[in-house]
């Protein structure tokens, strides 16, 4: 499964969960002020709802820290962050992340 937030309007953040083939399983609008680890939680609620077998969350770098433990202990997940090693401007997709 593959966990995204994106802020492409001002004052909104979608957090996106699809499928290794990036089909959409869930997704969630929050105002940009709820922290990515929140939405990530509830998001999550509702995965092991849908999906009981998943192991593994592929996220960006918005959703590190102490929610990698928070997920493991609630929900039983692995939680891999993937994070650019591009310095450059510019667009360069990530193996893995890059589905949504």
């Known amino acids: 499964m593959v966990l995204m937030e ?3 309007v001002k004052g909104i953040k979608r957090h996106v969960v699809v499928d290794k083939n990036g089909f959409l399983i869930a997704v ?3 105002i940009a002020n709820i922290h990515d680890s929140k939405a990530a939680c509830l998001l999550m609620r ?9 192991k593994t969350i592929i996220s960006d770098g918005g959703y590190r820290g102490e929610l990698a433990e928070t997920l493991r202990k609630t929900f039983g997940y692995v ?6 090693n591009y310095r450059e401007q510019g667009f360069r997709p990530i193996r893995k992340r890059w589905i949504v």
């Open 28 to 30: 969630m609008v929050t």
């Open 46 to 54: 509702i995965l092991k709802e849908l999906c009981s077998s998943v």
């Open 6 to 8: 994106s802020e492409q």
């Open 79 to 84: 939680l891999q962050v993937i994070i650019s």
